[in-house]
């Protein structure tokens, strides 16, 4: 598990003043800063410059591995390693194997893309340091940790009230 | 269990010779010591139902224990019997050679049915009988088994068989106040007292063994006794008409191959008339080339299979029974003046009263006059038969002279009708009841022994019951205490007719010899024993029944001194005695050769006068399955479907619909049917083509001690029979019928009558087929979307004849013996769970007051593009490389999918866990080649697939190739009519292959759907004159 | 821009928001959720005896007989898994049309389906013969071998669609639970509760990169769930279609199964959520008469799809001219189960026609009696598609009738004890809405509120 970092957190009451929050935070040099608030913010990928992200990448791979692979699974078994007469029918009666390809295809997809949103979130994390208990329900934050460049405790205080924060604190995240 | 095993293992050192003697000493033992048994049982680990060990040691019976007793060749060995003989018993560390290991073998027999007889081929494994076959080299039953023969071997098994003779302690009311077992010495001794005193009656049934009936001829001669033999499907009537019309007291034997036009006036003979199996053979002969096939009119009063079967069936009731004759007599004689008695003054006298019947009968003027002329145009080629309980009525004498005058008239007798082959069984007669009644009434009678018969069940209206109170003291060979046993002072059991020696003659000199094929299970005598014993030691009677000292030896010195002159032709007794027992049956009479035409005493035909009757008139009626009620206890034949009605697991009042409707009767109302004072009450069944004026009851139901399993199963008709001093009326009386408030469920292996317009059974007028072979079989363009599999080598197929199949039901029985079929009982039929792996639909074609019947034997069809297999989510059934559609028991999970997609529904599931019920020792008629299916598990049709295999490693064996014919499947070998046909479809030589190819009458079931079954059936064909009316499309509701 | 009704009523802040959807988790069982979850919980006990007894006596306690190989369980089992799908459909479907008023609905929607699909799930299992060998219908490599499952079943295709919809419709609920677990970690006065829903939320923090890549998973898995729950009860109708059974044989029914499946799935919304405003009186600012509504609305446009596949059913049958289907349609309508038939024509396609009045959409008691018509209905859609096919077939002969038996009886309505259980307890463990959804959407339809 990542040891958590030290830094200085600001606390803000509305959705506007976090955006504009980021906004400013972020032309003042700070990269990796976090923005948390209690549901998604429409433009705070802009905010804070969040590339787009790259899950659905590991998804279509997945998709593609389960369509072949339930394929290659019907195929082996009904054709090659048990090829027996079933009905009168073909052994690779490819038809009747469609419907099992396509389940298989929406399996893969689906878990590894959770696989995918773990490993890019650090899911699951066992009780990380919480800045402030309202930030899950009602309250947003920005958070510069101290290893960030340019990196100065009274400057950013300074930032954080210039910008409306109702609370400023030293923090762990 | 373990020191049993000590006791096995020491055993196992002790050398041989010692350890055959502890053999010889247990057997000594064998009857009582429990030491022994407890040994004996705990040894064996063979039972198909042991599962864990929680019931190790109480396999009562099983396979060593046979093994060890295996080739005990005189199976006379009971132990207490004053005179043991001196046997050989062969333990199984001494194999026999002729037993191999997981090998059957087969040992020809016999067994009668009444008055038939069977000849019989019984498959025995390491030792127990598992099922029973027919010999193909019986002259008569040619290797055809009635369902009855074949399920008979269940009651060599029946678990309430007594285990040894019994004592019924009566109180002065002469009612069983209580039953003790006793022993024979004191039995033997207490019979000698008792017979010494005379006044002795031996009343048996038809006794079919001529050495029986020399036994019993030389222990009456012995004691002064009285030999009165009597059973409920007497053939008295025939025989007294015989009599009176030709002099001879016989029941003469009819050729119905020979015969071209056969009028059936309620004589079922395809189905309980005298020898329904041999007649059917017989029928089939004469009907299995459609071109030259005879003609069926059927004057039924209730619906016969026989009736069925007709090409052209009226409905009659039975005082129309004389109408159709004389009739028919009438218009032969007087109106066309045919034949020798034309112009005869008093013939025409007789017949004049009838002079215009037929208007009554339901039958149109012009079938009537095709059929008078049909006679007459086959003259001698013709037969009339009459009789039956459906014509034991008050003018019973007048039918049969009636049936006799015509088949005179007409030529027949010495052809059709032979009188030089009687059939010297046929003995029982309800005169010599009543006599018998009598005689025990007036005190006249002291004791009685009872052998075969069961007359305080099957003449319940007769008053024996309280007359037998009055003999002193009454023995009774029966296998349990049943009606009449309760009655009896001492039950001598007698052996099971497969663990006894016997013989068996059917028609004169068509002989064949009952070997045992098992050791007597129980400690039980053959009633022949019993006989020389107790002549024996009154010492009297002649030297042959006191000096042999089995009856094993008595039964070879009659063959040497009766029978090898007749029939050794040549041979010494050794080999004559050989060959009998090898080919199972001696003696093949001149039954083809035409005998001397008899002349017609016309003076009798002037008592013939014409019936007067109104209202509804009652109807008694064997079933095929029942027939008097003996064997009543086996579960098979309970659950098998009468072969018309379908109804299982029950009696009924069959009523026409006319009927129903105007008394408003609903199927399974309960009436009360009364006739003279007896009343019955038994629920209704609407039956399809009855006469309004009739009602129709089965006999041989409504058993109170018969056993568990058919007490209760329906109710008994023979106590509306009415008993006089002219002998037994049971059919014709008035009865009146009257609904009750109760309601019963009858259950049906069928529950829907109507083909519903479908082409399931093809069926064309013979007047069709001669125009087109191929008349009504609409064949279907067909064509698959790919080329399919390839099948080289062998590939299974079957095909039905459905112009011969008469739907007698033997094969369903077979099958069920064959592969281990559980019954379910009546209330999982209704709810339509029977297992039947071959089951037989009945269809109803033509309007429903007249409808005619169509059968149609369905078994899993073995398709190649088989429905089942595509959906099976766990390959349970697949395809064999020989086009079989396997079922694979063990990997099935039950899913019942494959059930749903067959078209044919011909897929049983096991809804429990069935064979955890068998009984012991039921579980030692199992055939150990057939898996015993668990629960939930999916079963079905195999085409006998173990059989496949044996015959082809026999082939291996004697390194040839399979050859058409080596491979008969259960079904197939059971058939009297050879409607069945198995074989290679790829051999082109092949019986099916050439009827798959060739023949025009051959379809496919449900051919359109291109399931591509392996079975063909060939369309019925119907002699009854018309062109076309009648099609396979027929719509008979009911 | 055209005004829309608020989704969310009395203009509540973050925190009101948060206050009343927690609230069922935060304060002690009401008597009436007491009540009603004891009488689940022992409805629920009396059908896994029934259960008990059924597998280790036999299938031969149940109706199901020869020539009706299927009954009951088959009939609940599409019926349940029918009722799954509206819960996928509200929350992936209308999530990718951007349906604002789906938010409010969709968790509860979505346990729904979980636990449908659960209760559906027993059935196939628990009906073969024996259920203690079900795994032999999956494909495990084994040393029986070669050994292997037959792909051309429809069964087994049912097998990979239900488990893969049963898997993924968990993943997608749980998803979108996950920040929600993450508040009422935050919010939690006692440290079990913390702990449990700590673990429950995975250690979400809900930080900008967070939420972009999770909005990003649940537009993927949306868009998965579509085409999934399509495809499921395309394939459960495969099992009767694909057989060559008259009256199971015709290529109409995936569509029709879907268009079937989505109607009873509404239907049991509808009864959910009446059931769920009556028990937590503060959810009614969410899930509002105008939600009701447009639930009543779906509900009557499928009932009419429905009709029109009945309709089209008789006339193909009609149409294709074999025997054997006109037959059996024939004896549906007018033969020993016609009642049956009768019964699914006046729930499914009659009763529904009341939405044609505002008055009536909007009314609860209405909209409450109505849907419980169409759950009735749509059980006696698969009671008639499944026994009135079977029990008339090919050969007369075979006719037969189902042996209906009160393990029948027990063995449906126990699964209702199933289902509810599951359902209560998850209204009082989980927030019946979703939190972090509900928030962005609370200004729309007030003056000023952006979008």
């Known amino acids: 598990m990542a040891s958590w970092k030290y830094g200085m957190a600001g606390i803000f009451e509305t959705e506007e003043s976090i955006i504009k929050a980021a906004y400013k935070t972020r032309e003042m040099g700070f990269k990796n800063f976090e923005a948390i608030s209690p549901y998604p913010i429409h433009g705070m990928e802009e905010a804070c410059a969040i590339k787009r992200s790259w899950i659905p990448y590991v998804t279509f791979g997945a998709a593609l591995v389960g369509l072949f692979g339930g394929l290659a699974l019907t195929y082996w078994t009904s054709a090659v390693d048990w090829a027996i007469n079933v009905g009168g029918k073909p052994f690779f009666s490819l038809p009747a194997f469609i419907p099992i390809m396509f389940e298989l295809t929406i399996l893969f997809a689906a878990l590894s893309s959770v696989g995918a949103l773990f490993y890019a979130c650090g899911m699951p994390k066992i009780d990380p340091p919480i800045i402030d208990k309202d930030l899950t329900c009602s309250k947003f934050a920005i958070f510069i940790p101290n290893d960030d460049n340019g990196y100065d405790e009274s400057k950013i205080s300074e930032m954080f009230r210039a910008l409306g924060a109702s609370e400023v604190k030293k923090a762990e995240f | ?1038 | 821009m055209i005004k829309r009704n608020q989704l969310v009523l009395g203009n509540k802040s973050l925190k009101q928001i948060t206050e009343d959807i927690v609230a069922p988790l935060e304060r002690l069982p009401s008597k009436g959720w007491l009540g009603m979850f004891l009488s689940a919980k022992a409805l629920f006990l009396f059908y896994i005896i029934a259960i008990a007894i059924v597998v280790s006596t036999g299938m031969g306690l149940l109706g199901v007989n020869h020539p009706v190989g299927w009954g009951t369980m088959i009939i609940t089992f599409v019926f349940w898994i029918g009722i799954g799908h509206a819960g996928t459909l509200i929350s992936a479907v209308l999530f990718l049309f951007r349906q604002k008023w789906r938010t409010s609905v969709a968790r509860t929607a979505e346990a729904m389906t979980v636990f449908a699909v659960m209760t559906a799930g027993l059935f196939p299992l628990m009906h073969t013969g024996r259920p203690w060998l079900d795994f032999w219908l999956f494909p495990y490599p084994n040393q029986r071998g070669p050994l292997w499952v037959n792909f051309r079943s429809p069964l087994l295709w049912d097998v990979f669609a239900v488990s893969t919809y049963a898997t993924v419709s968990m993943v997608f609920w749980y998803i979108g639970l996950v920040p929600d677990f993450a508040t009422i970690r935050d919010r939690a006065k006692n440290n079990i509760r913390r702990i449990v829903y700590g673990a429950l939320s995975l250690g979400w923090r809900g930080t900008a990169k967070n939420w972009s890549h999770y909005e990003m998973l649940y537009l993927l898995l949306a868009g998965l769930s579509t085409p999934l729950v399509l495809s499921v009860h395309t394939i459960v109708s495969f099992d009767f279609a694909v057989s060559n059974l008259p009256g199971w044989h015709t290529t109409i029914f995936p569509p029709y199964f879907v268009a079937g499946a989505i109607f009873s799935g509404f239907g049991m919304v509808v009864t959910l959520m009446t059931l769920v405003r009556i028990g937590f009186p503060e959810f009614k600012d969410y899930v509002t008469i105008d939600h009701m509504e447009v639930m009543n609305k779906i509900i009557m446009t499928t009932g009419l799809m429905v009709g029109y596949a009945y309709g089209s059913e008789f006339f193909i049958a009609w149409y294709s001219g074999n025997a054997y289907e006109r037959y059996a349609f024939i004896n549906r309508a007018m033969g020993p189960y016609a009642w049956s038939y009768w019964i699914m024509i006046s729930c499914n396609v009659i009763i529904p026609q009341l939405f044609w009045f505002r008055k009536f959409r909007r009314s609860i008691p209405v909209m409450f009696v109505v849907s419980i018509f169409v759950n009735i209905g749509m059980w006696f859609e698969r009671f008639v598609i499944t026994v009135t096919s079977l029990h008339r077939d090919f050969m007369p002969s075979n006719w037969g009738m189902y042996a209906w038996s009160r393990y029948d009886t027990a063995i449906l309505v126990g699964s209702f004890g199933m289902f509810l259980t599951l359902f209560l307890l998850y209204l009082r463990l989980f927030p019946a809405i979703s939190i972090a959804e509900v928030k962005p959407v609370k200004n729309v339809g007030y003056e000023g509120g952006h979008h």
């Not at chain 2, 032969?332 to 017949?351: E, H, Q, R």
Request: net charge neutral; charged share 25%.
């Open chain 2, 1 to 1038: 269990m373990s020191e049993t095993h000590n006791e096995n293992t020491s055993a196992a050192n002790t050398p041989a010779s010692v350890r055959d003697t502890k053999y010889w000493m247990s057997l000594e033992q064998w009857g009582g010591d429990p030491e022994f048994q407890k040994l004996a049982e705990t040894e064996f680990m063979s039972s198909p139902l042991r599962e864990g060990a929680e019931n190790e040691g109480q396999d009562g019976w099983a396979r060593r224990e046979f093994l060890k007793l295996m080739g005990a060749s005189l199976a006379m060995a009971t132990a207490g019997c004053i005179r043991r003989p001196v046997q050989k018993i062969v333990p199984y560390n001494k194999q026999p050679e002729e037993v191999t290991h997981g090998v059957s073998n087969f040992y020809t027999s016999t067994w009668s049915d009444g008055v038939e007889t069977f000849g019989l081929l019984v498959k025995s494994r390491e030792g127990r009988p598992t099922k029973v076959e027919g010999n193909p080299n019986h002259a008569l039953s040619k290797g055809g088994l009635s369902a009855r023969a074949q399920a008979h071997i269940l009651s060599l098994y029946d678990p309430e068989r007594l285990q040894g003779p019994k004592r019924n302690l009566q109180n002065k009311e002469r009612t069983n106040r209580d039953t003790i077992s006793a022993k024979w010495e004191d039995i033997d001794a207490a019979a000698v007292k008792q017979l010494k005193k005379g006044g002795v009656v031996v009343l048996t049934g038809n006794l079919t063994s001529p050495a029986t009936r020399a036994v019993v001829s030389d222990f009456c001669q012995g004691f002064k006794a009285q030999h009165v033999v009597w059973e409920p499907l007497a053939h008295d009537e025939i025989r007294e008409g015989q009599k009176a019309a030709f002099g001879d007291d016989v029941v003469p034997y009819y050729r119905f191959d020979e015969a071209k036009v056969i009028v059936s006036v309620d004589a079922d003979f395809l189905g309980t008339w005298i020898a329904p199996t041999t007649f059917t053979k017989q029928f089939a002969e004469g009907r299995k080339n459609p071109k030259t096939m005879s003609k069926l009119v059927v004057f039924d009063s209730a619906y016969s299979l026989t009736g069925a079967n007709a090409d052209i069936r009226v409905r009659i009731k039975p005082s129309q029974q004389l109408d159709v004759l004389m009739g028919l007599a009438h218009d032969i004689v007087v109106t066309k003046a045919f034949g020798k008695y034309a112009g005869n003054s008093s013939v025409k006298a007789a017949l004049e009263p009838f002079a215009n019947v037929a208007g009554k009968l339901a039958i149109s003027k012009e079938a009537w006059q095709k059929l008078v002329e049909d006679l007459i145009h086959h003259k001698g080629k013709s037969l009339v038969v009459a009789g039956g309980l459906q014509t034991k009525t008050e003018w019973a004498h007048e039918v049969q002279l009636a049936a006799n005058f015509l088949n005179a008239a007409l030529g027949n007798d010495g052809n059709t009708v032979d009188a030089k082959i009687p059939l010297t069984s046929a003995k029982a007669s309800n005169k010599e009841l009543m006599g018998l009644i009598e005689d025990l009434n007036a005190g006249k009678v002291k004791t009685v022994i009872i052998h075969k018969t069961n007359p305080i069940y099957s003449a319940a209206n007769s008053g024996f019951a309280s007359a037998l109170k009055k003999a002193e003291m009454v023995f009774y060979t029966g296998d349990r205490i049943d009606e009449t046993g309760k009655q009896a002072d001492y039950m001598i059991p007698d052996n099971h007719s497969m663990e006894a020696w016997g013989d068996s003659e059917s028609y004169k000199d068509v002989i064949s010899l009952q070997q045992p094929t098992i050791r007597p299970m129980y400690d039980t005598r053959s009633v022949q024993l019993s006989l020389m014993t107790w002549a024996f030691m009154a010492e009297t009677g002649p030297k042959r029944l006191t000096t042999p000292e089995t009856f094993y030896d008595y039964l070879r010195n009659f063959w040497r001194d009766e029978l090898h002159p007749k029939f050794g032709k040549g041979k010494s007794f050794e080999d004559f005695w050989e060959d009998a027992l090898q080919s199972g049956a001696i003696g093949v009479a001149s039954l083809d050769k035409p005998s001397s035409e008899r002349t017609f005493k016309v003076e009798a035909l002037s008592a013939v006068k014409p019936v007067k009757a109104s209202g509804m008139e009652l109807v008694l009626h064997p079933t095929s399955m029942f027939m008097d009620g003996t064997l009543s206890n086996v579960s098979w034949l309970n659950e098998l479907p009468e072969p018309v009605t379908k109804v299982v697991w029950d009696n009924y009042a069959s009523v026409s619909i006319k009927t129903a409707e105007s008394m408003k009767i609903a199927q399974g109302d309960v009436l009360e049917v009364k006739v003279g004072e007896s009343t019955l009450q038994v629920p209704a069944l609407i039956q399809p083509g009855m006469h309004d004026d009739v009602v129709a009851i089965a006999v041989g139901y409504g058993r109170t001690a018969g056993g568990k399993v058919t007490n209760g199963v329906g109710s008994n008709a023979y106590q509306l029979v009415q008993f006089g001093k002219a002998g037994a009326v049971y059919s014709g009386a008035k009865a009146s019928v009257t609904k009750t408030s109760l309601k019963t469920k009858l259950a049906t292996t069928q529950t829907h009558h109507t083909m519903e317009g479908r082409k399931i059974v093809a069926e064309a007028t013979l007047n069709e087929y001669v125009k087109d072979e191929a008349a009504n079989n609409h064949k279907h363009k067909i064509w698959s979307i790919w080329s399919g599999h390839q099948y080289n080598g062998n590939k299974w197929g079957m095909a039905i004849d459905l112009n011969t199949c008469t739907g007698c039901s033997a094969c369903m029985v077979a099958c069920q013996s064959e592969n281990n079929i559980t019954v379910v009982g009546k209330k999982y039929v209704l709810e339509g769970r029977e297992m039947h792996w071959i089951r037989i639909d009945r269809y109803y074609v033509g309007t429903p007051e007249d409808a005619h019947t169509v059968f149609q034997p369905v078994m899993c069809q073995h398709c190649d593009n088989a429905p089942c297999e595509t959906v099976c989510p766990v390959l349970a059934t697949v395809h064999s490389s020989e086009g079989l559609n396997d079922m694979v028991y063990n990997r099935c999970v039950g899913t019942r999918y494959c059930s749903n997609n067959c078209p044919y529904k011909v897929r049983r599931f096991n809804w429990f866990n069935y064979a955890k019920l068998i009984e012991k020792p039921m579980h030692l008629a199992l055939n150990p080649e057939v898996t015993v299916r668990p629960r939930g598990v999916m079963e079905k049709c195999t085409f006998c697939t173990h059989r496949i295999k044996e015959a082809r490693v026999k082939s291996r064996v004697e390194n040839r190739e399979l050859k058409d014919g080596d491979i008969k499947v259960a079904c197939e070998q059971s058939c009297p009519t050879g409607a069945i046909t198995f074989g290679d479809m790829n051999d082109p030589n092949s019986r099916v292959a050439k009827i798959f190819n060739e023949d025009k009458r051959a379809y496919a079931l449900l051919e359109e759907f291109h399931a591509a079954p392996s079975v063909r059936y060939m369309t019925k064909i119907r002699n009854n004159d018309k062109g076309g009316e009648t099609s396979s499309h027929g719509g008979g509701h009911s």
